[in-house]
């Protein structure tokens, strides 16, 4: 008997042992990711142009997230404007070293690209390493109050054609004025701005009367809506009260459709790297955006510039929503999104 408790003593101690080496190994390893960060720099890159919602964002997020990385790094923010967000997300994929110095902000609806496997996109977004978002926004369609339009059913029954400013045909900003379009509210699609800021001081100045973007795109110009310059007609989800939903004024066969051109709602603006960084200096990073999320002087800025903060999403979480998104784009919807970007 004293031999058993011996042999058993001995294989407990055994396991002891190798549980402590497990939990040494790890902590070494959180250590050098720590000590890794010490005077390096973060590169944060912008899919779009200094100056509108999505660049406001992301120096915003650029700025605190480094606060709680350890070793505090520096920051440098680089904007790669092109093809909404595609561009930034491409060079992500193909360009840049899995080190965890670099990390992407490329815009709102890039990772839809991705998913659909767009022409001139060479990434695939569930490969990407997910940080953390903000949270959830929400798209309404804005015009300028000079139109005389100030319901979407006087809209719908305009004798003029409105002009709607978009970021590309393969946007929301594009697709969901075209969807409507197709049902025969008078609506003309004017593509080719290369940033939301472009497109509001586009609607500031009259050359545009309308727009179909996240609230959050008059992060800097809030004074278009405090004026009264541009009021809101239509929206995606029941925030402000009396004004009609989008899939109100779809038919029920547009649904699904609807849902993959919207999708980039239920990430807000994520925050993602390449694949491939240590898993060690990705939990750092994760665990520093959770923790930014909660401070408070993070937040009074978010607030600042009317940002979401209430619930913030992790990277597990969009990493598991990134390929749900994928698993349920299937070929019918995905042929029918790329005939609503093809649709000029």
Known sequence: ???????????????????????????????????????KTLTMIVGFAPGGGVDTTAR????????????QPGVVVQNMEGAAGVIAANYLARRVAPDGLTLAVPGRSWF??????????????TKFTWIGSPGAVNSMMFVRASTGIKTFDELKSSPRTLTFGSLGSTTPTGMV??????????????????????????????????VFTVEESFSRRQDLIKNKVVIPILQ????????????????????????????????????????????????????AFVAMSGDAEYQAEAAKVEQPTGAPLDGMQLTTMINDLAAAATPDIVAAYKRLGAAK
Not at 60 to 71: S, W
Not at 119 to 125: A, I, K
Not at 245 to 269: D, H, I, S, W, Y
Request: hydrophobic share 45%; proline share 8%; net charge neutral.
């Open 1 to 39: 008997m004293p031999a058993v408790e011996t042999r058993l003593s001995r294989r407990w101690l055994l396991l002891g042992l190798g549980t402590g080496a497990l939990s040494l190994a790890a902590s070494v390893k959180k250590g050098c990711a720590a000590d890794f960060y010490q005077g």
């Open 236 to 287: 995606n989800k029941p925030t402000l009260a009396g004004i009609p939903l989008v899939r109100e004024e779809l038919p029920k066969t547009e649904e699904a459709l609807l849902t993959l051109v919207l999708a980039l709602e239920n990430f807000g603006l994520p925050v993602v790297g390449p694949a491939g960084i240590p898993p060690e200096r990705v939990d750092l990073v994760r665990q």
């Open 60 to 71: 915003l997020l650029a700025r605190h997230l480094a606060r709680f990385i350890p070793g």
């Open 112 to 125: 839809v690209e991705g998913v659909v496997k767009s022409s001139g996109v060479t990434f695939d977004p």
């Open 177 to 210: 004025p075209t969807m409507l379009a197709a049902l025969g509210v008078p609506i003309k699609v004017i593509y080719g701005y290369v940033s939301t800021a472009r497109v509001l001081l586009a609607l500031e100045q009259g050359e545009v009367d309308g």
